[in-house]
T-cell receptor, first 111, second 111 residues
Framework: GESVGLHLPTLSVQEGDNSIINCAYS??????FIWYKQESGKGPQFIID?????DKRQGQRVTVLLNKTVKHLSLQIAATQPGDSAVYFC??????????FGSGTRLLVRP | DTAVSQTPKYLVTQMGNDKSIKCEQN?????MYWYKQDSKKFLKIMFS???????INETVPNRFSPKSPDKAHLNLHINSLELGDSAVYFC??????????FGSGTRLTVV
């Protein structure tokens, strides 16, 4: 069945270091991918997206990489800050209207 | 102005009761969703409405009945609440599979 998964449930990084959060997806028909950040008590917040015709997209301090060959997605956060501490989700969208979410990775930033 | 707003934020109720959660979006999006987030943070789609019409029903028990009076509103009514219904429910909206935006969630606790 369709599934989106993450390799690491919890990631702890030192403030100022770069963070990499990984995600594997199984539906090769998915053509749109989104990374969300969820802080405690809040809803998922859009970070960055990428379409399947691209393999890299950059935002402010964030980069998403897409490897369609191995169905892998990653989120890189440069110079991680305490405010980056949250749960991060990847989500995929195929031909239907629904977003399918991965299980989430908790990012902890050590001061 | 909040893009996707849902009420109430917290809801504590007894087993067997009937309750409703309301959602409104002011983004002009055509599609609205309800997602359920369990205690392990897993986000799963429940329903999707496009222009007031149901397009996705992910085998949710028929105790859950969504209603969309217009494309800016998608309410969720739950009959005969059970302990297992305790979760955080998120409303979301999108336009043509883009711009997925989530509300801040409703934490439902059934006692």
């Amino acid at each position: 069945g369709e599934s989106v998964g993450l390799h690491l449930p919890t990631l702890s990084v030192q403030e100022g270091d770069n963070s990499i959060i990984n995600c594997a997806y199984s539906n090769s028909a998915s053509d749109y991918f989104i990374w969300y950040k969820q802080e405690s008590g809040k809803g998922p917040q859009f970070i960055i997206d990428i379409r399947s015709n691209m393999d890299k997209r950059q935002g402010q301090r964030v980069t998403v990489l897409l490897n369609k060959t191995v169905k892998h997605l990653s989120l890189q956060i440069a110079a991680t800050q305490p405010g980056d501490s949250a749960v991060y989700f990847c989500a995929e969208n195929g031909s239907s209207y629904k977003l399918i979410f991965g299980s989430g990775t908790r990012l902890l930033v050590r001061p | 102005d909040t893009a996707v707003s849902q009420t109430p934020k917290y809801l504590v109720t007894q087993m067997g009761n009937d309750k409703s959660i309301k959602c409104e979006q002011n983004l002009g999006h055509d599609t609205m969703y309800w997602y359920k987030q369990d205690s392990k943070k897993f986000l799963k789609i429940m329903f999707s409405y496009n222009n007031k019409e149901l397009i996705i029903n992910e085998t949710v028990p028929n105790r859950f009945s969504p209603k969309s009076p217009d494309k800016a509103h998608l309410n969720l009514h739950i009959n005969s609440l059970e302990l297992g219904d305790s979760a955080v429910y998120f409303c979301a909206s999108s336009q043509l599979r883009q711009g997925y935006t989530f509300g801040s969630g409703t934490r439902l606790t059934v006692v």
